[in-house]
């Protein structure tokens, strides 16, 4: 039994090393949030997946989410959360709580981890990456609404991230930006995740969350669509097959594959091995949205 376990395990090894070989020294953007984030075992198994990416070679780059810590630190400080087409409404009490939470407890505790695995990783804060301006007022049913400090990305100061991968570092990236005024906004971290990956012109763009990818029916787990073409998720957006937060998810990977990126998948971070799944086997596990 000893020797037929060994036997899968190098199966497995042999399976994936095509896979290695394309990849290698090419970079990956992998943008880490949802309920996956929640739980310290799920943490852990996707952020030693990681380290497996940078052992062999590849070039990770994690811009991690962190909603629903936000969310809890906001109704602790009697704050009543509210998003409006999967945007977080953020007033001036809320943006100093997700600059707290992004860049004092969740990237901190990330790099440390991964230090933890062997991996070598450094925390750079939003701020000093993306520049940003404000959104503009959105639709809402019939009414429009000021969602406050929320930022599109407008450009990108990608000297520091770039001399991280050179070192084959991990940079580790929170979901903020600043305006050119110096003004801290609230960026929806799918959409920063999406805007790095184009501007480094990434091989893979990966969001790992805690949905299998784009459903037809998100109540039914059998009708995961494995592969969509740019084209065609515009238009299940434009049905409203695709909505909520995927909504952002799918627009910014859209962009992100208009900018160069090589192809977006969406994985779901509670399954165990995901990352390694999607990437290093023939059929993967969640959806791919290609060019």
Known sequence: MQNQSGVGKAEALLEALPFIQKFRGQTFVIKYGGSAMEDDHLIERLLRDVVFLEAVGI???LVHGGGKSITQRMREAGLTPRFVNGLRVTDEFAIKIVEEVLDTVIRPRIVETMQQFGGRAEGFSGRDVFKAKRLVPQIDGKNLVDIGFVGEVTSLELSGVTEAIDREVVPV???IAQTEEGVILNVNADVAAGAMAGA????????????????RNVKDPNSLIPTV???NAARLIEHDTIEGGMIPKVLSAIEALNEGVGKVHLIDGRIPHALLLEVFTAGGIGTEIVP
């Open 229 to 231: 073409s740019r084209e």
């Open 59 to 61: 070039n990770p780059v």
């Open 200 to 215: 480094l012109k990434a091989a893979k763009m990966i969001y790992v969350s805690d949905v299998m990818g784009v459903m």
């Open 173 to 175: 990236i929170s979901p």
